[in-house]
């Protein structure tokens, strides 16, 4: 455990000196910005962030280290003379990678989030650029409830709003009423939206009626908020909020939700690994070789390398449609926990 956060607060100082020498001229160009708010609002939560990320692989290198260690120094001939089998051998790194695994478990579900929404809104506020930055919505639908449906051709979220409105109630696949409007405008002072040019539209058996105006104040089961579908949004939400989020999105008729399905699970994935990592760096570097510690610690950089490489190929492939978000974001966990269950047989023998 000690290796451990050795390790970790050598990964961390490297992340925000790398993160500091891209950003300092950005910082230093806000007159506004105060040397709290970097510390505090961003640095703080960058090293919450980024800390509960390397904590897997942390913990790998640690393993590598503390093992290749023992290996060395022949305790683990010691050991093994005192018919210590291999899984005992490893029950105390199963209680350090349990220990971990929780705490990072803990972080991503319920703290990492709200950290994150700091970090954030200081991004959006101080590091974000602002020219070109489209805040307009096209082609909008979005379905309310089992019968309610509405679209918007145009909907402009910096100014609250847009043209081409419609919402249409079916009753099974009969239209029984229809709602149009040329424009459409949020008033967020009165939670209301304002129709401009409307026209209602209710269909009976055996006939219409209709009504139209100039303006009219209504309100509808959505905001502009609902309009701005971002896999960011997902970074800041707990996971039972995440997960509440998804299920209204489905019932809206939202297409593509993998991004936040990604999110989601590789919230339990990358703990998870913890496991695997472990029992793969145990296998590696629990004998003794020529070459000792440095080659086992360039074939575990190597692993860590590869593991990482495909994690991000997961969570790319995972956030397309159509795809399976829960195979992809896994599979870096299914390779590598057949290669250590391979490394385990292999070492028990």
Request: a positive charge.
């Amino acid at each position: 455990m000690v290796t451990f956060l050795f390790t970790l607060l050598i990964f961390i100082p490297i992340a925000v000196a790398i993160d500091i020498s891209e950003k300092i001229d950005k910082f230093l160009r806000q007159d506004t910005l105060t040397f709290y708010e970097v510390v505090f609002d961003y640095y703080k939560n960058f090293i919450i962030y980024y800390a509960n990320t390397f904590m897997p692989l942390a913990l790998f290198i640690a393993v590598i280290l503390f093992t290749s260690k023992l290996a060395n120094n022949t305790e683990i001939v010691a050991i093994n003379n005192g018919q210590v089998s291999f899984t005992r051998f490893l029950y105390p790194y199963f209680v350090g990678a349990t220990i971990i695994a929780g705490v990072a478990l803990l972080m991503n579900h319920f703290f990492v989030p709200s950290s994150s929404k700091t970090r954030k809104a200081f991004e959006k506020k101080y590091l974000s650029r602002k020219i070109n930055q489209d805040n307009t919505v096209r082609d909008f639908s979005l379905q309310l409830n089992d019968s309610t449906y509405i679209y918007v051709q145009n909907f402009n979220l910096k100014r609250n709003s847009g043209y081409n409105f419609s919402m249409d109630i079916y009753d099974g696949i009969n239209l029984k009423y229809k709602l149009t409007a040329d424009n459409i405008n949020w008033r967020k002072e009165d939670s209301i939206f304002r129709l401009y040019d409307w026209k209602k539209r209710k269909i009976y058996r055996k006939y219409d009626s209709i009504f139209s105006g100039n303006s009219l104040d209504t309100t509808f089961a959505f905001t502009p908020k609902d309009f701005n579908y971002k896999d960011i949004m997902a970074q800041e939400m707990r996971s039972g909020e995440l997960i509440d989020f998804i299920e209204i999105s489905k019932k809206r008729g939202i297409k593509n939700l993998n991004a936040y399905y990604v999110e989601l699970y590789k919230r339990t994935s990358l703990p998870i690994a913890s496991y695997i990592l472990t029992f793969i760096a145990v296998a590696l570097a629990h004998k003794k070789r020529r070459g000792g510690l440095g080659v086992n610690l360039a074939v575990g950089i190597a692993i860590m390398f590869i593991y990482v490489f495909f994690m991000k190929i997961g969570q790319v492939l995972g956030a397309v449609a159509d795809a399976n978000a829960l195979v992809n974001v896994w599979m870096p966990n299914i390779i590598f926990g057949i290669l250590a269950i391979y490394l385990y047989f292999k070492s028990n023998n």
